[in-house]
């Protein structure tokens, strides 16, 4: 049994009565990546908001296979809302787990609580890491696992890891994409939720995630924080060592003068980046490589985009793309014509 | 109110039935560090382990001024006795917070927890960190700090900034020890136990623990874990980031071959050590420095032991000493004779 979270699929994305597509993040977003995984929305007869799934009932969903009701709507202050109730309370009486990303939890409800347990369904709050978590062993794993990393928090780590495991797949590369935050475990139906976890758990958890494996498996790591947040930079440190990772991606947004929350602390350059990063990562894997840097340009004017990634590239000597717009062929091409060093050259 | 643990002193040590001095490791070191915080000693007539405290029954120790109970027996599996169950009831009800450094919690025994409540005592589990921790903001704070690091965990960082706090205090510093785990926060009356916060807050939690003070004063960190231990190099990043300190003094094992627990990953260098601690402290302070190392020789020979501190002294420019055999004095020489850099030269 596998010591990550487990979501049961195909989910019923529940939307409810949310007013826009801000609050629907959650449901658009694993809708967009993980569209085999559902199989209907449900909302309120006053929602405009359409996910493009088909409109189900709680009856039909769970006729047509569904597993869990996945709240797919985040309102302001993240609390399960009072009129949402009876919906969850009626799918928990037709068998479906309930999943939530929400701050508060699942579990403090009594009613759901009860609910659950007389119809031994699951409550899962992905917010909340699963006991028994071992402590980081250091030892190495077999397969592979690259690890996206940042200059900073919130630079597209989810979603370049996310176009990078399913842009292997469609060359048939055996792979898997590994969720650390709560959007990327409901998009890939399990994972750890690794900025919960208690800080000397933190490698282990992330060693749990991304398992001995075979081969020429690629684990696709989504990153957590940087190294350069004075606030989480732990959690980033216990993810690189834990997940050893034989390839790192750098994900940069090349318009943030500051670390976010933090005005004093400037957002290093992707050079200085890449170089802590490879050196702390060593320390479980000395083979590691970066393989190509993820930028967010979608607010650099378009006549000094290409300039500016042929400018991070020249420094870098690494392929720079903008992920949603260029695509990530360059940092697989990298990535899979990497020679990995000889058993010799390790330290 | 401070967002760390606070503990009420003076404390009736109780040692109740434990066999050897091995398992009242805790209450023979808080007795040794801090005897102003220590009114008396608790025993069973079977007992023969003596800290040198004069015996009192839970009502002598009370009428004495005795305001906490604190369990200095460690047995093995770390549970709470059955047969210490009345005498932890007697002490709640003459109104003694009890203490508790154990893996299993006080508030996991309902006939505590009730009798707690009934007297309005606390239960203290010293290995629970307190609510409410805030997240990192990396601002600088006012006033002055020191952290130990190690090349490995138990390395003597506890022991090494015991001392130089006291050895400050006995030159006029004004300075508090700050400590980081459940025996240092006995010692200290208060504290953080680091490694069990959830790893979003870790930096947050070092921040709390060495608020802004006087320009003059200096926080002395107890550290924990080492950046290369595979499992905790993340709570250790966190404590350096968090306690931004001016200062960091090298705790090391000469003889240590690998790090505990991970066959395959060696001990650094000293040199090593220093020079990636720097590198990450610099983030939350660019003025930090090097100040000593810190070496347990215990285990080497007499002959070597001179020219093994020498050596090191001699790599790094820095001195060093064996904290227990030598002294601190020649680190804190350097500590308060180190320049600091003038404003202008921060980056």
Known sequence: MPVTLQLSAP????????PSAVYAKTALGIVQWAPEKCIAQHRFPECEIDTGLADMSIAEATAAG???????????????????????????AAGLDIVSGLHTKLEDYPELREAAERHNVRLVDVR????????????????KRLLAVGTDCSVGKKYTTLAISRALEARGVNCDFRATGQTGIM???SGMPIDAVVCDFTAGAAESLSPNNDPDHWDIVEGQGSLFTPAYAGVSLGLLHGSQP????????????????????PVPSVQTCIDT???????TNPAVRCVGVSVNTSAVAPEDRRGLLDSIAAQTGLPAVDSIIDGVDKIIDQLLQ???PKQGELA
């Open 66 to 92: 569904a597993k869990s009701l996945l709240i797919g709507s985040a309102p302001v202050g993240g609390a399960i809302q009072v009129n949402w109730i009876p919906s969850l309370l009626e799918a928990i």
């Open 277 to 283: 990063n490879l050196l702390l990562a060593r320390l």
């Open 187 to 189: 998009i890939a139906g």
């Open 338 to 340: 990497t020679q990995l």
């Open 246 to 265: 034989d390839a790192i991606v750098v994900c940069h947004d090349p318009l943030r003068e500051h670390i976010v929350g933090c005005p004093n602390h």
């Open 128 to 143: 909340v890491p699963p006991q028994n978590l071992p402590i980081g062993s250091g030892e190495k794993r077999s397969g």
């Open 11 to 18: 989910y019923l994305i529940f939307l409810g009565d949310v």
